[in-house]
């Protein structure tokens, strides 16, 4: 019969080996998952960055829209006092050019009918001109409102994924944290 007490120093050291190769697997085990949640909380933490960045963006937009809505107002006005002192001026001017299209003498009576023709002309020249600012001011209106509601949009969508983002954050920084104290 074989001795078993031969065997046992060959089975200790096997034991030992054995204890030694499975110690550096868990370590290495666990290097691995710490290096997976690392890199799970980098993600994380960009995620973040990148609806921050979004929500930003957003903000910037209804800002930039509410900018453009103000001007255009102003565009607007300035158009409208300007269209108003240029119908006085026309008013004024072109009754007097009236009176004296009537007058005795021919000659200075076609001279200013011709005047007139050409004071005409130059008003409907200065209201076009006047009509073309104000729908450019307008257009810059609807712009700036279509920013604000497109602002409005993005805003809600950044928040959301930004509290999704803060909530996986919040769970891979304790997951992260938790494998640290193992």
Do not use: C, W
């Amino acid at each position: 019969m074989i001795n078993s007490k031969q065997y046992i120093p060959g089975l200790l050291m096997i034991m030992f080996l054995g204890s030694a190769v499975l110690s550096d697997a868990q370590t290495d085990r666990k290097a691995a998952e710490l290096k997976s949640l690392g890199k799970n909380l980098s993600t994380a933490k960009s995620r973040v960055a990148m609806a921050q960045k979004q929500l930003n963006a957003a903000d910037s937009l209804i800002k930039t829209g509410y900018q453009m809505i103000k001007e255009g107002k102003a565009e607007s006005k300035s158009v409208f006092e300007e269209s108003d002192r240029l119908d006085k001026e026309y008013s004024a001017r072109h009754k007097s050019l009236e009176k004296l299209t009537v007058s005795d003498d021919k000659a200075e009576a076609a001279k200013t009918r011709t005047e007139l023709k050409t004071f005409d002309n130059q008003y409907k020249s200065e209201n076009l001109s006047l009509e073309k600012k104000l729908k450019s001011a307008e257009r810059k209106q609807s712009s700036g409102s279509s920013l604000v509601i497109r602002g409005k949009t993005a805003k809600l969508n950044a928040r959301d994924a930004l509290k999704t983002a803060n909530a996986t954050l919040k769970s891979a920084q304790k997951k992260f944290d938790a494998a640290n104290k193992k």
